[in-house]
């Protein structure tokens, strides 16, 4: 079974500071890795989707990496805002292409 | 675009009542899915459906039963409701390349509290 871990659980950074988030998974038979950003009280909001023959996508500050041999994924998000301040999420879809199976998520804050 | 909505927003149920949860997409969207949110388990899949008038089981669906009559709707049901389904509820949907090359778009969340 997939099982998606991401560290850490919490993070707090001020303002300005580059920072890293992981991703690893159990099962490296993947199609896609997503990561997905959880304000409080709403619903997902997609960020980055990286087929398993990419390596990276970007999208402005945020940029996030996928190493499917070793199971991991990372999302970096540089110069770091107060409006960053959320529970990020990665999921990955089964081989089976039916489902994703998410990660519970690193809570980031970010103080001005 | 609306994109994802869901009704009702928040509800309170005793043990053993039934509801049903409405998600509506207005993105002409073929897939749409239902999850469930718990803390210390992230979001597990209920049921889900690949096209107008399909369904199909997730990883705990037990307890809840789902229609897809309109393509824009899907509809999960609460039979007899339990406490242990007090939980966010989120509804998602995507597009016509299925999950394997989009992303999907979720609705804001049902907050249920069984009693």
């Known amino acids: 079974k997939q099982e998606v871990t991401q560290i850490p659980a919490a993070l707090s950074v001020p303002e300005g500071e580059n920072l890293v988030l992981n991703c690893s998974f159990t099962?490296?038979?993947?199609?896609?890795l997503q990561w997905f950003r959880q304000d409080p009280g709403k619903g997902l909001t997609s960020l980055l989707l990286?087929?398993?023959?990419?390596r990276e996508q970007t999208s402005g500050r945020l940029n996030a990496s996928l190493d499917k041999s070793s199971g991991r994924s990372t999302l970096y998000i540089a110069a770091s805002q107060p409006g960053d301040s959320a529970t990020y999420l990665c999921a990955v879809l089964e081989t089976s292409g039916s489902r994703l199976t998410f990660g519970e998520g690193t809570q980031l804050t970010v103080n001005p | 675009n609306a994109g994802v909505t869901q009704t009702p927003k928040f509800r309170v149920l005793k043990t053993g009542q039934s509801m049903t949860l409405l998600c509506a997409q207005d993105m002409n969207h073929e897939y749409m899915y239902w999850y469930r949110q718990d803390p210390g388990m992230g979001l597990r899949l209920i049921h889900y459906s690949v096209g107008e008038g399909t369904t199909a089981k997730g990883e705990v669906p037990d307890g809840y039963n789902v229609s897809r009559l309109k393509k824009q709707n899907f509809l999960l049901g609460l039979e007899s409701a339990a406490p242990s389904q007090t939980s966010v509820y989120f509804c998602?949907?995507?597009?016509?390349?299925?999950?394997?090359?989009?992303?999907?778009?979720f609705g804001p969340g049902t907050r249920l509290l069984v009693l």
């Open positions: 998602a949907s995507t597009g016509d390349r299925g999950i394997l090359q989009e992303t999907q778009y």
């Open positions: 990286i087929q398993s023959s990419q």
């Open positions: 099962d490296s038979a993947i199609y896609n």
